[in-house]
T-cell receptor
Framework: DAGVIQSPRHEVTEMGQEVTLRCKPI?????LFWYRQTMMRGLELLIY????????DSGMPEDRFSAKMPNASFSTLKIQPSEPRDSAVYFC??????????FGQGTRLTVV | KNEVEQSPQNLTAQEGEFITINCSYS?????LHWLQQHPGGGIVSLFM???GKKKHGRLIATINIQEKHSSLHITASHPRDSAVYIC???????????FGTGTRLQVFP
């Protein structure tokens, strides 16, 4: 397996634009997590899915953020409209029940 | 007070030195995770442990459930070990991880 695949690796966008981050989990993994990493706050959980169903989205900062998992092999994290304070590295991770998490390479988002 | 605390925040070492990074947590856990993040790179899960000790190459992770403390040891450190090491507590009744703030390790030749 190629591991968790995220795209794009880098995204630079202007404030107010819509941003969509994509994630392909490892095949067979039931859990998918979206994290955000910043210098100030470290790693933070935004939302996670189990069997494509959102379980906990309490970490989503505000209504501008939304996440979907239409099937077991694909998830998106959308920010609309984007703001400079959304600049961060966004990681997707997947795992089996009770197993270690496997992280993607991350998407570095810069909102100018 | 953070639920997961790591020490030290920064660590420098000479190649070959034995390194210890500590992690204390205040919550009940199902497992304690150690992660490694190289500069500009992704995150790799090194260990997941709920008791005792695990070893992988030059890396050793230990946990003391009673004291709510875990350590990550690196024997014969090498410059390629330079990275940020993050511990994370997996909750007892949740699938979420609570992350420490990380320890930045630099190993010089």
């Amino acid at each position: 397996d190629a591991g968790v695949i995220q795209s794009p690796r880098h995204e630079v966008t202007e404030m107010g634009q819509e941003v969509t981050l994509r994630c392909k989990p490892i095949s067979g993994h039931d859990y998918l997590f979206w994290y955000r990493q910043t210098m100030m706050r470290g790693l933070e959980l935004l939302i996670y899915f189990n069997n494509n169903v959102p379980i906990d989205d309490s970490g989503m900062p505000e209504d501008r953020f939304s996440a979907k998992m239409p099937n077991a092999s694909f998830s998106t994290l959308k920010i609309q409209p984007s703001e400079p304070r959304d600049s961060a590295v966004y990681f997707c991770a997947s795992r089996l029940p009770g197993g270690k998490a496997f992280f993607g390479q991350g998407t570095r988002l810069t909102v100018v | 007070k953070n639920e997961v605390e790591q020490s030290p925040q920064n660590l420098t070492a000479q190649e070959g030195e034995f390194i210890t990074i500590n992690c204390s947590y205040s919550v009940g856990i199902s497992a304690l995770h150690w992660l490694q993040q190289h500069p500009g790179g992704g995150i790799v899960s090194l260990f997941m442990l709920s008791s005792g000790k695990k070893k992988h190459g030059r890396l050793i992770a230990t946990i003391n459930i009673q004291e709510k403390h875990s350590s990550l040891h690196i024997t014969a450190s090498h410059p390629r070990d330079s990275a940020v090491y993050i511990c994370a507590a997996g909750g007892m009744y949740t699938d979420k991880l609570i992350f420490g703030t990380g320890t930045r390790l630099q190993v010089f030749p």
